[in-house]
T-cell receptor, first 113, second 116 residues
């Protein structure tokens, strides 16, 4: 069974600073995908970044990057130069070849002006 | 591209009535659609997976007679909450993927259901 654990229910960061959101996962599959989704107050789920498990290189999307540690089953998200618009709920998620996305419980990120 | 819509965005109904929620892929053909439920301040829980033209596959603990899912076309899936009760009040989100985008699902904006 897949599980995704986010141990930080809430975090705060000063605007323009860097913050890292933690995530660990567990799966018995060798082929899987990991995601970070953002859910702003509008509740629309927005894909932030995606990592294929077979790729050793950490994914990067502008100010967002991940630290993918496959052996440790860790998948943290780093947000650089935090902006007020980054305030949202962030969900770590995993997906096996069966298509099912399993979400963590989320981390609410506050940006302090 | 890759836009998914849901209708209605909000619905309030009386206990005992049935409510239908539509999920449409606007600019692509969705071979597979997924329905999630999100309680306040909680995570998304997968309810069921539906493939166009076939019966939905429900997750453990989800009552298939309570939550009827139909995926009659490549652009439309519906979730009908039958004989709704206050405990069915929740935020329902659909997502869709094509046969070419295995590793990405496109999410709808969600539907807030309130059962009085």
């Amino acid at each position: 069974a897949q599980t995704v654990t986010q141990s930080q229910p809430e975090m705060s960061v000063q605007e323009a600073e860097t913050v890292t959101l933690s995530c660990t996962y567990d799966t018995s599959e060798s082929d899987y995908y990991l995601f970070w989704y953002k859910q702003p107050p509008s509740r629309q789920m927005i894909l932030v970044i995606r990592q294929e498990a077979y790729k050793q290189q950490n994914a990067t999307e502008n100010r967002f990057s991940v630290n993918f540690q496959k052996a440790a089953k860790s998948f943290s998200l780093k947000i650089s130069d935090s902006q007020l618009g980054d305030a949202a709920m962030y969900f770590c998620a995993s997906m096996n070849r069966d298509d099912k996305i399993i979400f963590g419980k989320g981390t609410r990120l506050h940006i302090l002006p | 591209g890759a836009v998914v819509s849901q209708h209605p965005s909000r619905v309030i109904c009386k206990s005992g009535t049935s409510v239908k929620i539509e999920c449409r892929s606007l600019d692509f053909q969705a071979t597979t659609m997924f329905w999630y439920r999100q309680f306040p301040k909680k995570s998304l829980m997968l309810m069921a997976t539906s493939n166009e033209g076939s019966k939905a596959t429900y997750e453990q603990g989800v009552e298939k007679d309570k939550f009827l899912i139909n995926h009659a076309s490549l652009t439309l899936s519906t979730l009908t909450v039958t004989s709704a009760h206050p405990e069915d009040s929740s935020f329902y989100i659909c997502s869709a993927r094509t046969s070419f985008t295995f590793n990405e699902q496109f999410f709808g904006p969600g539907t807030r259901l309130t059962v009085l």
